[in-house]
């Protein structure tokens, strides 16, 4: 129960601080569900939005991933 309030939660905080997000995995191991969401957001949101998302009761890690997909850039 207390993993669903906190995704719940964690949504929440998505659709009111980034433009768009999506799930793009979800997995449970002994009773802890971990969830990874993409993401949308500018540089200057980054820590405001780890704040928001750290006191969140139940979030235990928070991981911070910069992709660039520049593969036709030279």
Not at 31 to 46: H, K, M, P, R
Not at 60 to 68: D, F, K, Q, T
Request: aromatic share 4%; no cysteine; hydrophobic share 35%.
């Amino acid at each position: 129960q207390g993993n669903e309030v906190s995704d719940e939660r964690v949504v929440e905080m998505l659709k009111d601080n980034v433009n768009t997000f999506r799930v793009k995995s979800k997995s449970i191991k002994n009773s802890v569900v971990e969830t990874i969401f993409e993401v949308n957001l500018g540089e200057d949101q980054a820590t405001h939005l780890l704040v928001k998302l750290n006191s969140i009761h139940g979030v235990e890690n928070i991981n911070l991933v910069s992709y660039s997909n520049n593969i036709l850039d030279k």
